[in-house]
């Protein structure tokens, strides 16, 4: 199933991302998968004020950039600087090790530990997801690796375009998700947003819909200006 919410601008997108999580959360739901950018962190920071009961609560992190922890491109440090330094919740953090393919495969492993399941698969409830003006989602870029990977859910991904490793959920971990919610704002995004929502493409964030996942698309008025 899809749902597209459409908001007057990015500050009310925010706002009601953040509610629909709060709510999801008081709902049952226990397993949060953050995206990076300035849209979900404008959300985390509303989070802060919610009252939710934060124990119960693991975020993971479908997407990460291959620096050191404490780096300001790493989604981790974004996320806790928003949100997890100040509520008692869990955040698993990719592990800095020798090499992204054996930190990703660590992190595979924590996954599968800290993720509910059903019927032996996991089911992760609820996940943050953002588009790129390229149509990628998560680290799934076009045209890369990861984006083919069935046989694992978490991979270290070579995105030739950033020059760098990018550590990513891959979409058969995406397909098995309760939810996912799109987070996208800003005009920069329209044209992405237009071709992934209205067919003709398939770029990652396109594929996602291809699985059993309830998706949410909320979005401003800007990035919805070519619907």
Do not use: C
Request: charged share 20%; proline share 6%.
């Amino acid at each position: 199933m899809m749902e597209l919410r459409v908001f007057a601008d990015a500050a009310t997108l925010a706002e009601q991302a953040a509610a629909l999580i709060a709510s999801r959360i008081e709902d049952g739901a226990t397993t949060l998968g953050l995206a990076g950018g300035n849209t979900p962190k404008a959300t985390y920071e509303q989070l802060r004020h919610q009252d939710i009961p934060w124990d119960r609560v693991v975020a993971w992190l479908p997407d990460e950039r291959w620096v050191p922890p404490g780096h300001p491109d790493r989604n981790a440090t974004m996320a806790s600087a928003a949100l997890f330094d100040h509520v008692p919740a869990t955040l698993l953090e990719v592990p800095w090790v020798d090499g992204a393919k054996h930190a990703a495969l660590l992190y595979e492993e924590t996954l599968r530990e800290s993720l509910p399941s059903e019927h032996g698969q996991l089911r992760p409830d609820l996940v943050l997801l953002g588009l790129g003006d390229d149509g990628h989602t998560a680290s799934l870029f076009p045209d890369t690796a990861a984006v083919d990977v069935r046989e694992r859910l978490f991979v270290a991904n070579w995105v030739v375009a950033k020059n760098a490793w990018r550590l990513t959920a891959t979409l058969p971990l995406l397909w098995a998700a309760r939810t996912i919610v799109f987070l996208v704002s800003g005009v920069g995004k329209a044209l992405a947003l237009s071709q992934v929502l209205q067919g003709g493409t398939l770029a990652p964030a396109a594929r996602t819909m291809d699985g059993a996942a309830e998706v949410v698309w909320m979005v401003d008025r800007d990035a919805a200006r070519l619907l």
